[in-house]
């Protein structure tokens, strides 16, 4: 991976902040960094530090894995799945909005690989379990179709 020139952090994160449409004084507040160091950081005259980018992510309202990937901090180790490829690839959105979905898809991604283990579990014991399904809170209706005490889903009566 190539890594980006100096320069590069300080635009993206200034193509960043005129597309959440804020100023660079508002968003140095936000960041709680120097409207001069925000300046340069912006100019490519200085480079952030990993905390500094983290407070400028936070301001944005964007990754800061973003920033540290721009900045050339971290490498963008996972190869790209079909849904960032179209999200990226997609010229009507912002990018602001393109981070944005990034970053709601790849938080989605990481709940499920947390709890990957879980669902495995669950599975095991649904299969155990026989493939009757099951019914939550369920009530009989007035001829007894489901049983309240099992949960489990029972055949109708066949009228004759």
């Known amino acids: 991976m190539e890594l980006p020139r100096v320069g590069s952090i300080g635009e993206y994160i200034r193509d960043q902040r005129k597309q959440a449409k804020i100023s660079l004084r ?3 507040t936000q960041a709680g960094v120097s409207n001069p160091y925000l300046s340069q950081i912006e100019r490519g005259l200085r480079k952030p ?3 500094i980018l983290n407070q ?3 301001g944005l309202r964007i990754s800061s894995q973003a920033l540290y990937v721009q900045a ?3 490498e963008d180790r996972e190869p790209d799945s079909d849904v960032l490829a179209a999200i990226r690839a997609d010229r009507d959105l912002t990018e602001r909005q393109r981070q944005v979905l990034i970053d709601i898809y790849e938080s989605f991604r990481k709940e499920n690989r947390a709890e990957t283990p879980t669902r495995t579990g669950q ?3 649904d299969a ?3 493939s009757e399904p099951l019914v939550a809170d369920a009530v009989p209706d007035e001829e007894g179709a489901t049983s309240a005490r099992s949960g489990r889903i029972q055949p ?3 009228e004759g």
């Open 26 to 28: 508002q968003l140095a």
């Open 156 to 158: 109708e009566p066949k």
């Open 49 to 51: 530090s990993a905390e």
């Open 128 to 130: 155990q379990a026989g």
């Open 72 to 74: 050339g901090l971290i």
């Open 123 to 125: 599975t095991d014991q």
């Open 56 to 58: 400028i992510a936070k």
